[in-house]
């Protein structure tokens, strides 16, 4: 089982609204990552998690607050979002290549939420 | 600055046409290159080249990587209107970490 899900699959929200984009995996990963992506360009890296634990945070603003209440889950909470936030937000997991002895290993994507900002 | 190039940014085929997409790299600490397809949402992993000169093969799919050249190259084979997708190359530079820089991605169009 290579699967990350993520959930809601589409989410409109106002820029006073809080709403929170969930992410699971069960496949034992210890590494998770929060990407966005425009329509037209490349995900781009927001935030890291290793072992529960934030190790990237790639310069994103306050307005968005990862956390990773265990192994499994990861979430990102949304808070006075602007519209320029639209995008699709994509959850992605990976073995921590420290466990595998140095060995790299592949990070799978979740379908990812696509977000609207009103 | 970790930097991804790949081209062209788009090509159209027709079906049964051999085609190859190219990937280039600057990143510090390189670990490893990955290809993603991506059609609607998520990226799919396709392969994971961490040595020179190894190919990697998954049926019509194949790729190599050139470590002292930095680049790679992903070649589909016999395409199919299901190979219609964006390429995506990323460059993995996070140590035990990922921290994948990705490429602006090739759109390929395969035409029946």
């Known amino acids: 089982d290579t699967e990350v899900t993520q959930t809601p699959k589409h989410l409109v929200m106002g820029m006073t609204n809080k709403k929170s984009l969930k992410c699971e995996q069960h496949?034992?990963?210890?590494?998770m990552y929060w990407y966005k992506q425009k329509a037209k360009k490349p995900p781009e890296l927001m935030f890291v998690?290793?072992?529960?634990?934030?190790?990237i945070n790639e310069s994103v603003p306050s307005r968005f607050s990862p956390e990773c209440p265990n192994s499994s889950l990861l979430n990102l909470h949304l808070h006075a979002l602007q519209p320029e936030d639209s995008a699709l937000y994509l959850c992605a997991s990976s073995q921590d290549s420290v466990i595998r002895n140095g060995w790299d290993t592949e990070a799978f994507f979740g379908q990812g939420t696509r977000l609207t900002v009103v | 600055e970790d930097k991804v190039v790949q081209s062209p940014l788009s090509l159209v085929v027709h079906e049964g046409d051999t085609v190859t997409l190219n990937c280039s790299y600057e990143v510090t600490n390189f670990r490893s290159l990955l290809w993603y397809k991506q059609e609607k949402k998520a990226p799919t992993f396709l392969f994971m080249l961490t040595s020179s000169g190894i190919e990697k093969k998954s049926g019509r799919l194949s790729s190599i990587l050139d470590k002292k050249e930095l680049f790679s190259i992903l070649n589909i084979t016999a395409t199919q209107t299901g190979d219609s997708a964006i390429y995506l190359c990323?460059?993995?530079?996070?140590?035990?970490?990922?921290?994948?820089?990705f490429g602006k991605g090739t759109l390929l169009t395969v035409n029946p």
């Open positions: 496949m034992g990963h210890r590494a």
């Open positions: 990323a460059a993995n530079s996070g140590g035990s970490n990922y921290k994948l820089t």
């Open positions: 998690y290793s072992y529960e634990k934030l190790s």
